[in-house]
Nanobody, 113 residues
């Protein structure tokens, strides 16, 4: 019943920007923290950003701090990840996550010249 659907990935040049979206359903979205993870081929899945249920608190991995912004719109049951000043090392599949155990299908982000 829980569904998390990511969108917004694509191919961008270094220094470019993308905005990812995650549409959630099947639970009371406004009551829970949400997060974004990413996984590159051959690497561990890592936490990128997290946001509290109200949107008032956020946390970021050191590697993306100052470049990425997580936000949410509880009226739309959607969490966003604005990614700026993208680097090749940001290339990965990005996943929306709820309560650690629930994942979306992922959206591919490729940063390359």
């Amino acid at each position: 019943q829980v569904q998390l659907v990511e969108s917004g990935g694509g191919l961008v040049q270094p220094g470019g920007s993308l905005r990812l979206s995650c549409a959630a359903s099947g639970f009371t979205f406004s009551m829970y923290d949400m997060s974004w993870y990413r996984q590159a081929p051959g690497k561990e899945r890592e936490l990128v950003a997290a946001i509290t249920s109200s949107g008032g608190g956020t946390n970021y991995a050191d590697s993306v701090k100052g470049r990425f912004t997580i936000s949410r719109d509880n009226a739309k049951n959607t969490v966003y990840l604005q990614m700026n000043i993208l680097k090749p090392e940001d290339t990965a599949v990005y996943y929306c996550n709820w309560r650690v155990r629930y994942w979306g299908q992922g959206t591919q982000v490729t940063v390359s010249s």
